[in-house]
């Protein structure tokens, strides 16, 4: 169990009131796809990922980026259980999706740097410490099906 001082609460709230899960979680998507670009093989169902340009206008990674950061949100609403809250998304993303863990961390990393230049000096070395923290265990939490 991951213990959260008031704190740390406040920061990722403070963080997390000033995303827009459709506008952040596609550039999130986008970039994870243009950075590494062998995550693309996940998505196959999702058309055209040819070019930065074909993934940035896919209406597909638009759509699920937002999926991806809402559930991150919820996973903030649930900080004081993620890895239960996650159970059956981490079992999903194992058994039926197969994805490699070590993708969640890549995933978890570019969404700090979309929200480092988002929140620009309001990202804070402390800010960034407790959304850190966060990541670690909405890492941890969604790697936990796979074992
Ligand atoms: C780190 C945070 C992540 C979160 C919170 C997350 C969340 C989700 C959610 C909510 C869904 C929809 C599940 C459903 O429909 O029941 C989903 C589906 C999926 N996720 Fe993730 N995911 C994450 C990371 C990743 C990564 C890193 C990859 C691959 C590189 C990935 C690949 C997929 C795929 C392929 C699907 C199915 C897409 C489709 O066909 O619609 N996910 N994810």
């Known amino acids: 169990m991951v213990h ?13 009131q000033k995303v827009n899960v459709e506008k952040d979680g596609h550039e999130t998507l986008t970039r994870l796809l243009v950075v590494y670009p062998w995550t693309q093989r996940y998505f196959s169902s999702f058309g055209n990922l040819s070019n930065i340009t074909a993934i940035n206008g896919n209406a597909k990674v638009h759509g699920h980026g937002k999926k991806v950061l809402s559930a991150i949100g919820e996973a903030i609403h649930h900080i004081d259980d993620v890895k239960g809250f996650l159970a059956d998304l981490s079992k999903k993303h194992a ?3 197969h994805v490699d863990p070590e993708n969640f961390k890549r995933l978890a990393d570019v969404l700090v740097i979309v929200l480092a230049a988002k929140l620009g ?11 850190e923290k966060f990541n670690a265990a909405l890492v941890a939490a969604l790697s936990h099906g796979y074992f």
């Open 4 to 16: 959260w001082t008031a704190e740390e609460k406040a920061a990722i709230n403070s963080v997390w």
């Open 121 to 131: 000096t309001a990202f804070t070395p402390q800010v960034q410490a407790a959304w």
């Open 95 to 97: 058994r039926e999706l």
